[in-house]
């Protein structure tokens, strides 16, 4: 070709994340340790299909009679679970009618859709984040045409949230901007706010006039899918209008199939339906309709006592694995003579934790011994097991000394 059109195109930087991933599976050493990308792994080591999610799939492929397209929402029975989960089947904005649920590729999509709401619909401007979030929001929202702003959130020092620093930052946002929340299993810090801190951010809410819009991707890692719901709830019963990206990646394990839903809760059925008629316009500009299989596989499931109940057992069994991971990482390291106190880490929810490991020990772990995380020091405990813990804590105490 004489001029390419893409001549000009430079070299984007690496996804602090997803890269990681790329670089982990090139990782030739035996004894290689992925603390990286937010996926759950098994005591082998393996990243496994749930029984409940295989039953499920075993169904829908000896019942399904088409591929037609899905409504621009998706399938109605999961957006109704979907509110079900999210503020339980009686709560009045169920039964009043008052959400207006998407069906999204994974909780990415879900965000996506509530940027594109946010700035095309409302006109918002700014949207304000967490310090720090999941890098992934800044590129998310600014490619829905947001600015995106910080707030203050994680005191690394104390490892615990600057919440007076925070509220006095929310009592000055504009209202009309957006303010993003985890309602969970914050990511990357694994600090989450208190009931009564969160009671005060809804107060502030209420009183400030500002969105608040609750990434949701981790509900049942913290403790009971009903007890990770607080948050959302404490929003919902506020009579605070809101939006809610939940993903179901981590909690039925299905990642790759890109299930997810947004959430718009508004103030009667009737302003609910005409936020879904708008936000179905968005879903059309963008992915049309969504994709089927995983939310027909997490409609199966919530549709059947017996499924929900095994999804519920695998659940815990994935939490509470990642509870002893936890546990047994600080004692290991303790065992073998680390004097920093890692027990801040037995505090923290979900799968991850900010170590505190610095990036020029980050690198050392990789270069040396083929343990990834994230440049930040953020370890996904759910990749720890009891046959890799000797190796990573070894080498943790090894780049500690250096
Ligand atoms: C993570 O934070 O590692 C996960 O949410 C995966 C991702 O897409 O970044």
Same mark, same amino acid.
């Given at each position: 070709?004489? @001029?390419?059109?893409?001549?000009?195109?430079?070299?984007?930087?690496?996804?602090?994340?997803?890269?990681?991933?790329?670089?982990?599976?090139?990782?030739?050493?035996?004894?290689?340790?992925?603390?990286?990308? *937010?996926?759950?792994?098994?005591?082998?080591?393996?990243?496994?299909?749930?029984? $409940?999610?295989?039953?499920?799939?075993?169904?829908?492929?000896?019942?399904?009679?088409?591929?037609?397209?899905?409504?621009?929402?998706?399938?109605?029975?999961?957006?109704?679970? %979907?509110? =079900?989960?999210?503020?339980?089947?009686? =709560?009045?904005?169920?039964?009043?009618?008052?959400? #207006?649920?998407? =069906?999204?590729?994974?909780?990415?999509?879900?965000?996506?859709?509530?940027?594109?709401?946010?700035?095309?619909?409302?006109?918002?401007?700014?949207?304000?984040?967490?310090?720090?979030?999941?890098?992934?929001?800044?590129?998310?929202?600014?490619?829905?045409?947001?600015?995106?702003?910080?707030?203050?959130?994680?005191?690394?020092?104390?490892?615990?949230?600057?919440?007076?620093?925070?509220? #006095?930052?929310? $009592?000055?946002?504009?209202?009309?901007?957006?303010?993003?929340? =985890?309602?969970?299993?914050?990511?990357?810090?694994? &600090?989450?706010? %208190?009931?009564?801190?969160?009671?005060?951010?809804?107060?502030?809410? #209420?009183?400030?006039?500002?969105?608040?819009?609750?990434?949701?991707?981790?509900?049942?890692?913290?403790?009971? +899918?009903?007890?990770?719901?607080?948050?959302?709830?404490?929003?919902?019963?506020?009579?605070? *209008?809101?939006?809610?990206?939940?993903?179901?990646?981590?909690?039925?394990?299905?990642?790759?199939?890109?299930?997810?839903?947004?959430?718009?809760?508004?103030?009667?059925?009737?302003?609910?339906?005409?936020?879904?008629?708008?936000?179905?316009?968005?879903?059309?500009?963008?992915?049309?309709?969504? +994709?089927?299989?995983?939310?027909?596989?997490?409609?199966?499931?919530?549709?059947? #006592?017996?499924?929900?109940?095994?999804?519920?057992?695998?659940?815990?069994?994935?939490? !509470?694995?990642?509870?002893?991971?936890?546990?047994?990482?600080?004692? %290991?390291?303790?065992?073998?003579?680390?004097?920093?106190?890692?027990?801040?880490? !037995?505090?923290?929810?979900?799968?991850? @934790?900010?170590?505190?490991?610095?990036?020029?020990?980050?690198?050392?772990?990789?270069?040396?011994?083929? &343990?990834?995380?994230?440049?930040? *020091?953020?370890?996904?405990?759910?990749?720890?097991?009891?046959?890799?813990?000797?190796?990573?804590?070894?080498?943790?105490?090894?780049?500690?000394?250096?």
């Amino acid at each position: 070709m004489s @001029s390419s059109p893409f001549a000009r195109v430079e070299q984007a930087p690496p996804d602090p994340i997803l890269s990681l991933a790329d670089l982990f599976r090139q990782e030739t050493n035996p004894k290689k340790v992925n603390l990286g990308v *937010g996926i759950y792994l098994n005591d082998q080591g393996v990243n496994p299909v749930l029984k $409940a999610v295989k039953q499920a799939e075993k169904l829908l492929l000896e019942q399904e009679t088409t591929k037609n397209y899905l409504g621009m929402d998706g399938d109605p029975d999961y957006g109704r679970l %979907t509110q =079900h989960l999210l503020f339980g089947a009686d =709560h009045p904005v169920v039964k009043d009618k008052r959400a #207006a649920t998407l =069906h999204t590729p994974g909780g990415t999509g879900a965000l996506r859709a509530g940027g594109d709401f946010l700035r095309g619909v409302l006109g918002v401007k700014t949207l304000w984040v967490s310090d720090p979030t999941w890098p992934n929001h800044k590129g998310v929202f600014n490619a829905a045409g947001l600015d995106v702003k910080t707030y203050p959130y994680y005191d690394a020092a104390a490892n615990q949230i600057k919440f007076s620093e925070m509220t #006095a930052a929310l $009592a000055k946002i504009p209202a009309g901007d957006a303010v993003l929340f =985890h309602a969970c299993c914050h990511n990357p810090t694994g &600090i989450d706010p %208190t009931t009564a801190q969160w009671k005060d951010m809804v107060a502030l809410a #209420a009183k400030g006039g500002w969105i608040p819009f609750i990434d949701f991707a981790y509900q049942g890692f913290g403790g009971e +899918p009903e007890a990770d719901a607080e948050s959302v709830r404490l929003f919902a019963g506020a009579g605070v *209008g809101f939006l809610v990206a939940n993903s179901y990646s981590k909690n039925f394990g299905l990642y790759r199939e890109r299930t997810g839903a947004l959430t718009l809760v508004a103030a009667d059925a009737a302003e609910a339906g005409r936020v879904m008629s708008q936000a179905k316009l968005t879903v059309r500009a963008n992915w049309s309709n969504p +994709p089927a299989h995983g939310g027909l596989a997490v409609k199966t499931i919530l549709m059947d #006592a017996a499924l929900t109940q095994l999804w519920r057992e695998e659940l815990t069994a994935m939490r !509470e694995r990642i509870w002893s991971m936890r546990k047994l990482f600080v004692k %290991t390291l303790k065992d073998k003579g680390v004097q920093r106190d890692f027990s801040f880490l !037995e505090k923290q929810a979900g799968m991850f @934790s900010f170590s505190g490991i610095s990036k020029d020990q980050v690198l050392a772990l990789r270069a040396k011994y083929g &343990i990834y995380m994230v440049e930040n *020091g953020r370890i996904n405990v759910a990749g720890m097991t009891t046959g890799n813990m000797d190796y990573l804590c070894s080498a943790v105490a090894d780049v500690l000394k250096g």
